[in-house]
């Protein structure tokens, strides 16, 4: 019998690793980078009330959320688009800029869904390794730039290694690619990053037509569930995304838990704090047992556990932490809540490079 065939950038594809899941319920989950904290009472509250009119559409390129957002980064609502999640944004995004036998290049590693993103759209993923203290090689990105490049994706902090990418090796990447090479710079943890060095997205934005940044609301702001991710672009760019966008695609529930969720931001903001404090904490102490941390600016830490990798994750299962293993490479370690972090803390004591 002859089944249908899918094209063969699609059956060639790796699957996207989710995050393992408790099975029960005294694990803590420290596989996905999400906010150990429930969702704020206000928030809640919201969300019961939008499930009272769940019989009708949301509205179609959320719309209220997109102009509080296009008021806050000062581009209106013609520079904003929303999805189900960044994932989803960035994948309009590639469908809307990329061809077969397009360049995407980003640093590697770093966050796993961009090679299955780009080989999606039958464009060659460009990866450049990172440089010491797992920090992005802006200067060799800029170099691996071709004149099939469409796209270049920054992700700072990176995801899984943590390092933020400084304003001024961005500032010194943007002179040198070519104004039609779209440059995203993926900012998921950008609320947790202290680096006082650090790129500051929006400005870039403000002088260059060609940056995208990339947001979501499932870190900081505690609503992975609900799935609610958006881009800030120059109005041209932010109306190709929209075009290759679903209609409705973020559901109601989730538009209007987005919309208290900017209203209730200082509360918000009081927890990534709690958090990043928490994260200091971590990996000062990790450092402390021998480990080499990187730079950790988002709400996680990484192991380079090499060979030890698959290892250390069992262990960690096998006493309820669920962590991120990279087969080969590390581990990584989102921060959870302060009992989580503990144990955690526990047992890298006993695993202790040398030890
Ligand atoms: N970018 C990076 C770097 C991430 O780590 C993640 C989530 N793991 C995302 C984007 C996507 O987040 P979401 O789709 O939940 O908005």
Redesign the pocket.
Known sequence: MTQPRPRPAVASLPAYVPGARPSDERAHKLS??ENPYPPLDPVRAVIAEAAGRVNRYPEMFADTLVAALGERFGVGPAGVVAS???????SHLLQAYCEPGDQVVTAWR??E?YPILVRLQGAEHVQVPLASGARHDLAAMADAVTDRTRAVLV?TP???TGPAVHHDELVALLASVPEDVVVVI?E??VEFITDPRAADGPALLAEHPNVVL?R????AYGL?GL???YAVAHPEVAAAVRTAATPFGVNDLAQTAAVASLTAEDALLDRVRAVVAERERVAGALRGQGWQVPDAQ?NFVWLPTGDRTAELASRAAARGLLVRPFAGEGVRVSIGSPDANDAVLALTAEWAPGE
Do not use: H, I, W
């Open positions: 996905s980078n189900t999640g960044s994932v989803a944004v960035l770093s966050f869904a992700c990176n995801n899984p993926d998921a943890y990339l979501t609301f499932s870190k992975a799935r609610v991710g988002g």
